[in-house]
């Protein structure tokens, strides 16, 4: 696939931004999921998850992905943006463990979930990965379409992978909590097995999508070679000595395997930051904000103690970004930006601008 100019550009300033381990150099990016649109303007009505049949409905999905994309960049396309444009498969929560288990997918209005099928640890060894799993077969079906209908103005990124600690949880349930005093072995071994299931849908995902410029993308950013998406909400639940005695060694396999990995947590989970930010290949690390919670980005000074050279995003808005400026120059961050218009983004992203070294 050959890539339009403005993606290929972008993927160097990411590269340099990578190669370069200096601290004050700040990325932005305003997506989606930080500037909302009315996308029914453009005559795109919302839809419910439980609205869709995933079976049936696969083309419109991709297309409706497609449009949505091409409408964000043209709509935002007079901000200096370091957002990657990318597609991506969204059917909540309850798919990213069911395309291991066939585990019955339940839909909401805004997500999905499972209930658990695991019953004792004892009985893992039951999930086996499966090409027929009709989980499996949607999402690589999708990302066909995707690919289908690709014209080098987007990328196709690769799945909203739950890490070891989620994949457990969702199977197990929350007697996982329980299992760690009870059954810790089986717990470590669990973590393990499921490993294996992430692995294998990305690398299935990656011989659809390849790469861009060498590299590929993620949360709308771009990553030299491989770099999954990983989430840990499970691990944000428990004690850092939980975390270092349970969910580290899975996690460090993962990342191990792809020489790379973005990992998303919460700051619920802060708590367990300093771990996180210590696992080998683990490129970029997010920590996100939590209602009733104070924003991370408060914590700016003590984040940067823990990460050296490795980059932080963290989401702010932009009086977040004048607050907090003179702390985001000290190490190497990706603004997810929050913005209300246009112009405010224009206003406070040549503020960050003129602030950074890159």
Known sequence: MEYNNKIIQLTEKWRAFHNDKTPGQMMVTVCPYTFNLDYKEWGIKDRPFSSWDFEKDGEEYALRAKKMNEIFVKYTKDLDNDYVPAVGINMGYGVHSAYYTGAEVIFGEETSWTHPVLDDLADMKKFVMDANNPWYQRILEITCLYAKYQEGDYYIHGFSNAG??????????????????????????????????????????????????????????????????????????????????????????????????????????????????????????????????????????????????????????????????????????????????????????????SHSKN
């Open 164 to 353: 070891p600690g989620d994949m457990a949880n969702a199977i197990r349930g929350n007697d996982l909590f329980v299992d760690l005093f009870d059954e810790p072995e089986l717990v470590k071994a669990f973590m393990d097995q499921c490993v294996e299931p992430v692995i294998w849908l990305e690398e299935s995902i990656k011989k659809i999508t390849g790469y861009v410029n060498g590299g590929s993308v993620t949360a709308n950013c771009w990553f030299c070679g491989d770099a999954p998406y990983i989430s840990m909400d499970f691990d944000d639940l428990c004690s850092a000595r939980q975390f270092r005695e349970f969910g580290s060694h899975s996690t460090q396999r993962l990342l191990d395997h792809f020489k790379g990995g973005f990992m998303h947590h919460h700051m619920k989970g802060y708590h367990i930051h300093s771990d996180l930010a210590k696992l080998n290949h683990l490129k970029l690390l997010e920590i996100s904000w939590d209602p009733n919670l104070t924003k991370p980005i408060e914590f700016l000074d003590e984040l940067w103690d823990m990460h050296g050279n490795l980059p932080l995003m963290v989401r702010c808005t932009a009086a977040d970004v004048y607050k907090h400026i003179e702390k985001l120059k000290k190490g190497r961050a990706v603004i997810m930006l929050n913005i209300d218009s246009l112009d405010e983004g224009r206003e406070v992203i040549r503020f960050i601008r």
